[in-house]
Nanobody, 122 residues
Framework: QVQVVESGGGLVQAGGSLRLSCTAS????????MGWFRQAPGKEREFVAR????????NYADSVKGRFTLSRDNAKNTVYLQMTSLKPEDTAVYYC???????????????WGQGTQVTVSS
């Protein structure tokens, strides 16, 4: 079993920056890919970014490319989502996940955090 815990959400003005952190713990946690999803009110949960187990490969949703950067510190089993040039449409609950895979046209994951709120004011 893998536990996933996020931190770092909050309120920021449009154009600002915010960094989310996520730590995975448990058996084989360091061997899993990790990533972020988000869910805005009234919308389905959507993929944001993914990083491979060794940090060698990253994937981003088109909506965040060039603005968000996902990095990984394997010594701490922690990933960091640096979000810049934030927009009001980035407002959502952000969920960290471990053990992601791509299936049936979208990313999915086996382990989930509890979510952290990000609110971008205009």
């Amino acid at each position: 079993q893998v536990q996933v815990v996020e931190s770092g959400g909050g309120l920021v003005q449009a154009g600002g920056s915010l960094r989310l952190s996520c730590t995975a713990s448990g058996r084989d946690a360091s061997s899993y890919s990790m990533g972020w999803f988000r869910q805005a009110p009234g919308k389905e949960r959507e993929f944001v970014a993914r990083i491979s187990w060794n940090g060698g490969t990253t994937n981003y949703a088109d909506s965040v490319k060039g603005r968000f950067t996902l990095s990984r510190d394997n010594a701490k089993n922690t990933v960091y989502l640096q979000m810049t040039s934030l927009k009001p449409e980035d407002t959502a609950v952000y969920y960290c996940a471990a053990d992601l895979w791509f299936g049936s046209t979208k990313y999915r994951a086996n382990y989930w955090g509890q979510g952290t709120q990000v609110t971008v004011s205009s």
